[in-house]
């Protein structure tokens, strides 16, 4: 009785041995496999003309668009918005960002002492919200580089 449960412990141990060999076989071929079909890395230095021909790039952005991100930052500065939590933070991001224009980018930082600052930006221009402990915040750069700021301050908590 003994030899066979030994026996049977053999076996499961071999079996075991089996099982994460196999494993390993077909972890490195995976990862064979994978590096034949990725690019290639490229070089990590650049040379001074590709790095000037990056900055010859411009963007053709319509008037429209312009215009359209104007607004929208001008209708969000006329309005009074009063933000606690990062829920409401993201909620009022994401109900400006459908108006803006569609390559329209966005981010949102939460800051000590539950203060919130959302950052809008298209191309030049760009519109800014900060809710902290003093007031409301905001800031627009518009389409022609003109800054435009409204605060709205609260009484000092003692």
């Not at 499961?12 to 994460?20: D, H, K, N």
Request: hydrophobic letters at 40%; aromatic letters at 12%.
């Amino acid at each position: 009785m003994l030899k066979f449960l030994l026996w049977i412990c053999v076996l499961i141990v071999l079996s075991v041995l089996w099982m994460v060999i196999k494993k390993i076989v077909k972890k490195q071929r995976y990862v064979e496999r994978l590096k034949r079909y990725q690019a290639p890395e490229k070089p990590a230095n650049i040379s001074a003309q590709s790095a000037g021909q990056n900055d010859s790039l411009t963007h053709v952005v319509d008037e429209y668009e312009q215009q359209l991100f104007d607004d929208v930052a001008s209708m969000f500065c006329e309005q009074h918005y009063e933000v606690s939590t990062l829920d409401e933070a993201k909620a009022l991001q994401a109900e400006i960002l459908r108006k803006m224009p569609v390559t329209c980018k966005t981010q949102i930082r939460a800051l000590d002492l539950d203060e919130y600052s959302i950052y809008w930006n298209f191309y030049e221009q760009s519109l800014e919200y900060y809710m902290g402990r003093y007031g409301v915040f905001y800031a627009h750069v518009d389409r022609l580089g003109t800054e435009h700021k409204r605060e709205i301050t609260k009484a000092p908590i003692e």
